[in-house]
C-alpha cells in the first residue's frame, strides 16, 4: 500500500512539475493552451474545427495538437480548418500527459501562434487527472449522452473551467432535459459556464472562441471547486488504485 502510495504521489509531483514550467514557458511566448476533454463521439474535433476555421478566417494565430490511440484521421479532419494541426498517438495510452504535449511541440509550435487547442483523447476518466499546463480547460458533452452523466463523471465536469454542450439539434429527438443537465453540471461544479454548441450549423463556435481569446488576454477563468489528482497506472501497466478527486475550496 505504501509503495502505491508513493508512485501516486510521484506521478502527481512529476506531471504537475512539467505542467507548471510547460505553462510558465508557453506563457512566455505568448502561447494560450486550451484542453478539450470528452467522451468519444461528442463531437469536439467537429466542433474544434470550426473554432479553428473561424480563428484562421479572422487572422488569429491559431494552432491544435489532437491525441488519439490510433490513426491521423482527426487531424486530416482538422486541418481543412487552414490552422497548423499534429496528431499525437499515444500507442494505447488513456489520456495525455504534460511531458507528451512538450515533446510534441518541440519544433513545430509556429512562432506566432496564440491559442493552441489540445484535443485530448475520447475518455472522460483519466484525462480528467492530468494538467497539461493549460490556462482553460473545456469539457464537452453530447444531448444523447444523457442529462446525468456530470454526475457520473464529477471529476471531468468539476474540474472544467468551461462546459460545452454539444450536438443540441438533437436535443427534442434524443429527449434530452436540458434543465436537469444544467443542474447536475452545477451540483458538481457551481457556477461553471455551460455554452450551447452545434457544429452543424455553428452555434456556440464564436462564444468557444470568445472564451478562448479571453484566457489568453487574462481574464481569469472559472476556478472549479474539485482539484484532480493523477490517474496511474502501475510500473507493469495494470492499473493502480488511484483517488480522482479532492476537494479544494473555490477561491
Known amino acids: 500500500m505504501c509503495q502505491s502510495t508513493d508512485v501516486r504521489q510521484a506521478v502527481l509531483a512529476k506531471n504537475d512539475g ?9 506563457t512566455r ?3 494560450t493552451v486550451v484542453n478539450l476533454l470528452s467522451s468519444p463521439g461528442s463531437g469536439k474535433t467537429e466542433l474544434l474545427g470550426r473554432v479553428l476555421a473561424e480563428a484562421v478566417r479572422r487572422g488569429i494565430p491559431v494552432a491544435a495538437l489532437t491525441a ?14 487552414g490552422a497548423p494541426v499534429k496528431q499525437l498517438l499515444t500507442d494505447g495510452l488513456c489520456h495525455l500527459e504534460a511531458r507528451q504535449v512538450r515533446g510534441h ?3 513545430w509550435l509556429p512562432e506566432d501562434a496564440e491559442l493552441l487547442f489540445v484535443e485530448n483523447v475520447g475518455n472522460l476518466v483519466c484525462p480528467a487527472s492530468y494538467d497539461l499546463g493549460e490556462t482553460l480547460r473545456i469539457v464537452l458533452m453530447a444531448v444523447t449522452e444523457g442529462e446525468d452523466k456530470p454526475l457520473k463523471y464529477p471529476t471531468a465536469f468539476g ?8 450536438k443540441t439539434d438533437l436535443a427534442e429527438p434524443a429527449g ?20 450551447r454548441s452545434c457544429a452543424r450549423t455553428g452555434d456556440g463556435v464564436d462564444t468557444v472562441l470568445e472564451r478562448a481569446l479571453a ?12 482539484t484532480p489528482t493523477p490517474h496511474v497506472h502501475g510500473p507493469d ?15
Open 176 to 195: 434530452f432535459d436540458e434543465a436537469a443537465f444544467h443542474t447536475h453540471v452545477h451540483q458538481v461544479n457551481p457556477g461553471v459556464e455551460i455554452v
Open 68 to 81: 488519439d490511440l490510433a490513426t491521423e484521421n482527426d487531424a486530416r479532419r482538422l486541418a481543412r480548418s
Open 237 to 251: 501497466g495494470a492499473a493502480a488504485p488511484h483517488p480522482h478527486v479532492t476537494s479544494a475550496p473555490a477561491s
Open 105 to 107: 511541440l518541440e519544433g
Open 215 to 226: 484566457a489568453r488576454d487574462g481574464v481569469p477563468v472559472h476556478r472549479p471547486p474539485l
Open 29 to 31: 511566448r505568448g502561447v
Open 159 to 166: 474540474s472544467a473551467h468551461l462546459v460545452a454542450l454539444t
Open 18 to 26: 512539467l505542467a507548471t514550467a510547460l505553462r510558465d514557458d508557453l
